[in-house]
Each structure stands twice: as structure tokens, then as C-alpha cells.
């Protein structure tokens, strides 16, 4: 009984530091891809349709716009294929930083300029994508 006892306490902790590392607290360098976490420049005259397709034939592209705090476009569960090359395009009418979790890729957001994140769906899982400032949720990246 001791032992069980023991066991379930060790699981517990493990439980506990799980929700713990899961906050926003740019500690996610462990599951980390090698992509580069710079955003990239967004091509003059892009299409303001929400979801759009990439020029090139691969890849998703996902695109949000938040207004007064409220994300609109590609918003909510988005599945994105293992492997997949994800263009994730944000802008936003007040000065923030959009961050991925999981991957714990970064972009700074300047008021009406949208900021890309460009990098491989190499680890699976749902991941949430907020603006890190406001605490705001933009939507959960399913990869699998």
C-alpha cells in the first residue's frame, strides 16, 4: 500500500509540472523546432480573405484579425497535417506579440501590420496561439 502510495504521489507532481509548464511563460525550449521563430515580411498587396491559400502549392496558410479584442477569421480549432508547413498570419489594431505554444515562436505585432510566423507542424498536439500581452486567445493549432 505504501508503495502504491508512493507511486501515485510521483504521478501526481508529474501531473502538477505538466499544467505548470503548459502557462505562458516562454519555457517551451524543450519541444522547440529548428525552424527560425522570426517572422517573416508579408507580400505587399496579400488577400484579405481569412483563409486564403499560399501562393506556393504547400502549406497552410492561417489568418487572423483582431479588432477591439475580438479575433475573427481562422478562428477556433484549426487542424494543420504533421509535417505540414504553417504560414500563421496575424494582425491587430493595438500593439502586441502573437505567441505559439509548444513551438514558442514569437512575433511582434505592430497596429494594422499583419506579422507572420512561418514554421513546420513537426510536433503533434493542440497548441494555443494568443496575443501574449492581453492574454488573448486567437485559436488552438490541432497537429496530427
Not at 480573405?49 to 479588432?67: D, L, M, N
Not at 478562428?75 to 504553417?86: D, F, H, I, L, M
Not at 515562436?105 to 497596429?111: F, R
Request: proline share 6%; aromatic share 2%; with cysteine.
Amino acid at each position: 500500500m505504501l508503495l502504491r502510495t508512493a507511486h501515485l504521489r510521483v504521478a501526481l507532481a508529474g501531473v502538477a509540472l505538466a499544467a505548470v509548464l503548459t502557462g505562458c511563460a516562454g519555457t517551451d525550449s524543450e519541444a522547440a523546432p529548428s525552424s527560425s521563430s522570426s517572422p517573416s515580411a508579408a507580400p505587399s498587396g496579400s488577400s484579405s480573405s481569412a483563409s486564403a491559400p499560399t501562393s506556393a502549392a504547400t502549406g497552410q496558410r492561417i489568418e487572423v484579425t483582431v479588432t477591439g479584442g475580438q479575433a475573427g477569421g481562422d478562428t477556433g480549432r484549426v487542424p494543420v497535417a504533421a509535417g505540414e508547413q504553417v504560414t500563421l498570419a496575424v494582425t491587430s489594431d493595438v500593439a502586441d506579440e502573437v505567441h505559439v505554444h509548444g513551438y514558442d515562436l514569437t512575433a511582434p505585432l505592430t497596429p494594422g501590420e499583419p506579422a507572420e510566423l512561418t514554421f513546420a507542424a513537426t510536433i503533434p498536439g493542440v497548441f494555443e496561439v494568443e496575443l501574449h500581452d492581453a492574454h488573448t486567445v486567437l485559436l488552438s493549432l490541432q497537429v496530427g
